[in-house]
């Protein structure tokens, strides 16, 4: 029998790419606090608000989504674990 872990490859998948948008926003974060009060405001505006502001939703929502993925591979990981005790 032939047992296809696709689930945990996407898993694996989807928690590494919510790791990349963790670290860009994170490096979001970092940049929009090296700027000086004295800075134009308006041309910095992004899509939340300011800057630090949309790094820490999009920081929040990787998180989500992190988090989201480590059930998929849990699932998947309970999953053929019970196939693989059925089938031996």
Do not use: C
């Not at 296809?4 to 919510?18: A, E, K, P, T, W």
């Not at 926003?25 to 949309?54: M, N």
Request: proline share 1%; charged share 25%; hydrophobic share 30%.
């Amino acid at each position: 029998m032939q047992i296809n872990n696709s689930s945990f490859l996407y898993g694996q998948q989807g928690f590494q790419r919510s790791q990349d948008r963790l670290d860009q926003a994170s490096q979001k974060v970092a940049d929009a606090s090296k700027q000086t009060l004295g800075s134009d405001q308006t041309k910095d505006s992004g899509l939340y608000g300011s800057p630090i502001q949309d790094g820490l939703i999009e920081a929040k929502s990787s998180e989500l989504d992190a988090k989201a993925n480590a059930k998929v591979i849990e699932a998947s990981d309970k999953t053929i674990g019970r196939l693989i005790d059925i089938s031996v």
